[in-house]
């Protein structure tokens, strides 16, 4: 089975070698610049999974992957780009190019059966292992080898998303009887809950700068984007809207969100301000399009489309 809209959650890799030790300082070093104008993001227009670029004002809109396999979540780091894959015979893959355009590496997933989340520098990666009970969160190396299991429980532990600084994962859980958002510091392998909503929540993803997490809500059957300090202080509805908004992502400068929602009835791509102002509508295709991810600055957009050409 093709996977076309898989559990959405990030990648940052761009080697396929062994890590040394499990220390977690934060070594990643300098950061996708803090501007940009494009969001890359996931649709399935053309009747498979493929990843498109579009400027922030609706403007440019392009299919930059034409493989003919399922490609989706895709992140950038300082160095290059990464992407998940799915080959017609159902391999999953991690494609990765380096930000020069000379590096093309494929690596086979051996370890996990859903897309990982990498650390901010690419030594690490956390996974959703499902269990006989419920499922479980565990770091692994470069490689995609299991080397330490981070949560054990008999409940629903899934959805990760690292810290900026690497030291933290956030997560959703519903080991207190409904879906929260779960803080995990990576040195203690302690936990606390920082939402105990009544309710679902989802899709948590932080802010570059690390001072805000943005997550998905359901209230009165209806999903909206709030966003929160990571000690679960101030919460606020950022999109509350009539439609359904899931997954989102914040700017490298903080200042907008990206986001998908059904206002039309159809996923489709807004963008607005931090706090959800002056929201305006990216696409408009009855497909889906969705997972957006913001193209750091130092990305040539003509470059991006070049990269994208060696598929």
């Known amino acids: ?21 499990t220390s977690f ?44 396999e399922s490609e989706y979540a895709p992140r950038w780091t300082k160095d290059g780009l990464v992407y998940a894959s799915q080959t017609v015979d159902g391999e999953f893959l991690i494609k990765k190019y380096h930000r020069s355009l000379a590096e093309k590496v494929v690596c086979p997933n051996p370890a996990f059966q859903e897309v990982p989340e990498w650390s901010p520098d ?40 690292f810290s900026p600084d690497g030291t933290k994962v956030v997560f959703t859980s519903n080991r207190s009887g409904d879906q929260d958002i779960w803080l995990l510091d990576l040195e203690k ?14 899709h948590p ?29 101030e919460v606020k ?13 914040f700017s490298p400068d903080g200042k907008f969100i990206a986001y998908s929602s059904s206002d039309d009835g159809n996923q489709e791509l807004f963008v607005a301000n931090a706090d959800g102002s002056h929201a305006r509508q990216l696409t ?18 003509a470059k991006v489309k070049q990269l994208f050409k060696q598929l």
């Open 122 to 161: 690419g030594r690490w990666m956390v996974f959703t292992q499902k269990e006989t009970e419920g499922s479980n969160l565990y770091l692994a190396n470069a490689n995609g080898i299991p080397i330490r299991q981070l949560t054990k429980t008999k409940f629903e532990d899934k959805q990760p998303s």
């Open 1 to 21: 089975m093709r996977i076309i809209f898989p559990i959405l959650t990030a990648l940052f890799l761009l080697t396929c070698s062994p890590s040394g030790n």
């Open 205 to 233: 993803r932080w802010s570059p700068r690390g001072d805000k997490i943005l997550f998905s809500r359901i209230e009165n059957g209806n999903a909206d984007l709030f966003s929160m300090n990571p000690d679960g202080t």
């Open 237 to 249: 509805n950022v999109t509350n809207s009539p439609a359904n908004e899931l997954t989102g992502a």
């Open 284 to 301: 408009f295709d009855p497909a889906f399009d969705g997972d957006p991810v913001w193209v750091p600055a130092f990305f040539d957009t």
């Open 189 to 202: 392998l302690s936990v606390r809950n920082l939402t105990d909503y009544p309710g679902q929540e989802g």
């Open 25 to 68: 300082e934060n070594q990643y070093g300098e950061q996708p610049a803090f501007e940009s104008s494009h969001i890359a993001f996931l649709s399935n227009r053309t009747g498979n999974g493929d990843i498109y670029i579009i400027a922030m004002d609706g403007s440019g809109l392009e299919r930059v992957t034409w493989s003919g």
